[in-house]
């Protein structure tokens, strides 16, 4: 949990930083901002990886298949980085690159889960048949 | 895994310094020179942000499976 008090410290500690410097230097500002990102979405990822241990418990627990918390997974994985790319690209001043970013996550989340939208269809045709 | 302050602190005089200089260089008249100093810092800052993001990226890949 100390971890969490440091990075909401150095979050604040680098919102005041780059103020200061965006008036001068912006691009070096811009690169403060995506840095602090980085380094704060490492320590949020690092305290969901004991969820993510317990997820798989509870999917070994349900016996579910393996493919589908992997999909759910990498889901998770890009909509978090296209997210966090977008909205970098938006504070930087370019709202199109920042949509952009996100309509790729989206496309590429769409792209991941065909396999599932594959066997719900197959599941809708064996219940179909059997009736 | 810890939060790196000092990178923080790095970047930010990084960029107070480069600032200092460039209106230095700019005010005496050699402005080829304080874009050069300004673009200098620039790579130097986007080398260290370059780590930070593959360190990023590569904890997303092995964290979600890919």
Do not use: H
């Amino acid at each position: 949990m100390e971890l969490f008090w440091k990075a909401a410290a150095g979050v604040l500690m680098a919102v005041i930083l780059g103020l200061v410097l965006g008036k001068q230097e912006k691009d070096i500002s811009l690169m403060l901002s995506m840095a602090v990102c980085a380094m704060a979405a490492i320590i949020a990822l690092s305290y969901l990886e004991p969820v993510l241990d317990m997820l798989r418990q509870m999917e070994k627990l349900g016996s579910l298949g393996g493919d589908m918390l992997s999909v759910l997974l990498k889901a998770v994985g890009i909509g978090l980085v296209a997210e966090i790319a977008g909205m970098v690209c938006a504070d930087a001043g370019n709202a199109a690159l920042g949509k952009t970013m996100q309509m790729l996550g989206t496309a590429a989340v769409l792209w991941l889960s065909i396999p599932i939208f594959n066997a719900f269809l197959m599941l809708i045709q064996q219940i179909l048949g059997e009736i | 895994m810890t939060m790196e302050i000092d990178l923080i602190f790095k970047i930010a005089a990084i960029g107070i310094i480069v600032s200092i200089l460039n209106q230095v260089l700019a005010r005496s008249g050699r402005e080829e020179q304080a874009t050069m100093t300004s673009l200098a810092g620039l790579v130097v800052v986007l080398m260290m942000l370059a780590q930070k993001i593959a360190d990023l990226f590569d904890l997303v890949k092995n964290l979600f499976e890919f």
